[in-house]
T-cell receptor
Framework: NAGVMQNPRHLVRRRGQEARLRCSPM?????VYWYRQLPEEGLKFMVYLQKENIIDESGMPKERFSAEFPKEGPSILRIQQVVRGDSAAYFCASSPTKVRGDTQYFGPGTRLTVL | GESVGLHLPTLSVQEGDNSIINCAYS??????FIWYKQESGKGPQFIIDIRSNMDKRQGQRVTVLLNKTVKHLSLQIAATQPGDSAVYFCAENGANQAGTALIFGKGTTLSVSS
């Protein structure tokens, strides 16, 4: 009964490179959420996706960040032309439904370091 | 903007004591609240949740209390153990109509000494 899977667990990029973070939701879950956590802070919502659809991207930076959740395969959070300020832990969560107040279960996170 | 916050950034207790972690929220439209535990280097782990039509909910060694009048949420951990040492976050579902974006507070670091 695997939980939410994320890879890689650690990712190092130089400024200007691209970062691709992957998330596989729990079995039976079709709703995926991405959050970012800066050091010593709580998690900040970025985007909510269902299969092939972005439902809420109100927390996503307008530039360089994009997310997808294709019909087949994991959800991808893509950061283009990374800058040092992008260094953070990125967490993915999933839920089985979109009911308001459905529990979100989190993965172990990807820790991105931008040199 | 509206946000969830915690009263104390750190809490130190002795093993076997009861711990109480507090959280104040400001969004009166929130109707779902969750407590998460985050250990170093790991993702948030679900502990317990409560909906706004309840005042209290109990789990194994944990109890969540919700006081909507003063917009206050607390997590009580009975017989605290060293393994309970972690950062604890409360989260709310906010005023967003879909309620899909959880709003997290900054966290309380619980340290348990034996």
């Amino acid at each position: 009964n695997a939980g939410v899977m994320q890879n890689p667990r650690h990712l190092v990029r130089r400024r200007g490179q691209e970062a691709r973070l992957r998330c596989s939701p729990m079995k039976g879950h079709s709703h995926v959420y991405w959050y970012r956590q800066l050091p010593e802070e709580g998690l900040k919502f970025m985007v909510y996706l269902q299969k092939e659809n972005i439902i809420d991207e109100s927390g996503m930076p307008k530039e360089r960040f994009s997310a997808e959740f294709p019909k087949e395969g994991p959800s991808i959070l893509r950061i283009q032309q990374v800058v040092r300020g992008d260094s953070a832990a990125y967490f993915c969560a999933s839920s089985p439904t979109k009911v308001r107040g459905d529990t979100q279960y989190f993965g172990p996170g990807t820790r991105l370091t931008v040199l | 903007g509206e946000s969830v916050g915690l009263h104390l950034p750190t809490l130190s207790v002795q093993e076997g004591d009861n711990s109480i972690i507090n959280c104040a929220y400001s969004n009166s439209a929130s109707d779902y609240f969750i407590w998460y535990k985050q250990e170093s280097g790991k993702g948030p782990q679900f502990i317990i949740d409560i909906r706004s039509n309840m005042d209290k909910r109990q789990g194994q060694r944990v109890t969540v209390l919700l006081n909507k009048t003063v917009k206050h949420l607390s997590l009580q951990i009975a017989a605290t153990q060293p393994g309970d040492s972690a950062v604890y976050f409360c989260a709310e579902n906010g005023a967003n109509q879909a309620g899909t974006a959880l709003i997290f507070g900054k966290g309380t670091t619980l340290s348990v000494s034996s």
